[in-house]
């Protein structure tokens, strides 16, 4: 059985990272720290949980995957509306 590799993470990644959490606005933080919160959520969840509607949530969402700090985590059913979406899910936490 092949050993899996561990990836450390380099001081200067860490510090890159904790720079562009830091130029986030306040709409792109509130998403971000709801989708670390719930660990794994669709936009529907997270506009839902943060009382905004799905409009402001999904373009938030969107700039915070160009940034590469959320990422898809899978494909499955949304509690809230029964549909198949996408659930995301922070890179790592700091």
């Known amino acids: ?10 001081p200067t ?7 562009i959490l830091g130029d986030l606005g306040k709409r792109q933080n509130l998403v971000y720290r709801k989708i670390r919160e719930l660990g794994s959520a669709c936009n529907t969840m997270i506009g839902k949980s943060l009382n ?10 969107f700039e915070l995957r160009k940034m590469g700090i959320v990422m ?3 494909k ?10 996408i659930f995301w899910r922070c890179r790592r936490k700091l």
């Open 1 to 10: 059985m092949a050993r899996k590799k561990k990836h450390r993470i380099k």
């Open 13 to 19: 990644s860490l510090l890159a990272y904790a720079e």
């Open 52 to 61: 905004l509607p799905i409009n402001c949530i999904c373009g938030r969402v």
């Open 72 to 74: 898809e985590d899978k």
């Open 76 to 85: 499955d059913i949304c509690p809230l509306t029964g549909s198949r979406v």
